[in-house]
């Protein structure tokens, strides 16, 4: 399972890039918004330049296919890392299926079904993004669509890469890779915490304590 950085906040991005574990980013306008990126295009580009080679995700916000097909262009020729973010519609699936066809990369976003996930693949999406805790927050199970999106993409052999979005917190980032998510993105506090367990941290003082001792300090 590869992982992502769900962040458009570039500290975030350069330090987690630094840690050596992140191969692509993904954004949303909250995302950017949060971030208080005013310029996007610019802020993508860095992204771009922090990550080299990665997979970065910049969503378009137009609800109709031409629309879509104008800002998805304008983002692609920034560089060719960038992955258009697409909401599952049928304007926004016809601009999929066009992108495509000019060899522009697409993440078809706000996936809440598997029904919704065939029809992205179907469209020759290159990455869909189901997302898990905001359907964990109504009382579904993220899981679970984690679980149906993966097997029907492995049936059919789509080359559709599954990414599960949404992550909350360390222990859904284990059950999407159990569940045979190909992508997580993760939220950089949920990355931060990844790394943490006690026992890591006491081992670490024991080691030091031991050293120490023996070098008579
Ligand atoms: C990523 O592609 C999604 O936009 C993001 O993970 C949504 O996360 P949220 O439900 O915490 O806003």
Redesign the pocket.
Known sequence: MKIFL?SADLNEVRTASEWGVISGV?T?P??VARAGAKDFKAVVAEICRLVPGGPI?AEVISNDTAGILKEARELAVINPQVVI?IPITPVGLAAVKQLATEGIST?V?LVFSTAQAILAAAAGATFV?P?V??LDDIGANGLDLIREIVTVMDIYQYPTEV?A????HPQHVVEVALAGTHIA?V?YKVLRQLFEHPLTVQGMERFQADWEALQGK
């Open positions: 769900d993904t949303n909250t995302l995700s973010k993440n976003t993004s997302f805790g905001r990414i979005a949404s992550i909350r993105t939220p």
